[in-house]
């Protein structure tokens, strides 16, 4: 089972983590360039769901990797992908973009 964090419980669980923070943000690149989330205290990544198994080796499977997309339902298939192939310590940003501007940045325009 994939742990959801909530967007308003974000700051909260990276403040858990040890070491470095991927959001990987795994929308396509017309989304990404819609909305966007600022980094602050974690590194941002776009890596689109279709291009995850390709390009896997991109990311380090034993650091913390918090998955987000338009809504969590994307996200929440490439956590899983995830998991399946050896990260050890991956969430879902439930609610995904839509619900981080709803709850933490107002700023950024829903779509």
Not at 26 to 52: C, I, Y
Not at 88 to 102: D, L, R, Y
Request: charged fraction near 15%; glycine fraction near 6%; proline fraction near 5%.
């Amino acid at each position: 089972m994939i742990a959801q964090v909530h967007p308003s419980d974000f700051k909260a669980w990276l403040a858990t983590q040890g070491g470095s923070v991927t959001m990987l943000d795994v929308r396509e690149a017309w989304e990404v360039q819609t909305a966007s989330v600022t980094p602050d205290g974690f590194v941002l990544k776009h890596l689109p769901m279709n291009d995850t198994p390709a390009r896997f080796a991109e990311l380090d499977a034993n650091s913390p990797i918090a998955c987000l997309c338009h809504h969590g339902a994307r996200s929440q298939r490439v956590a899983q992908f995830l998991v399946q192939n050896g990260c050890t310590n991956v969430v879902n940003i439930a609610g995904g973009i839509a619900a981080w501007a709803e709850q933490v940045d107002a700023r950024i325009p829903q779509y």
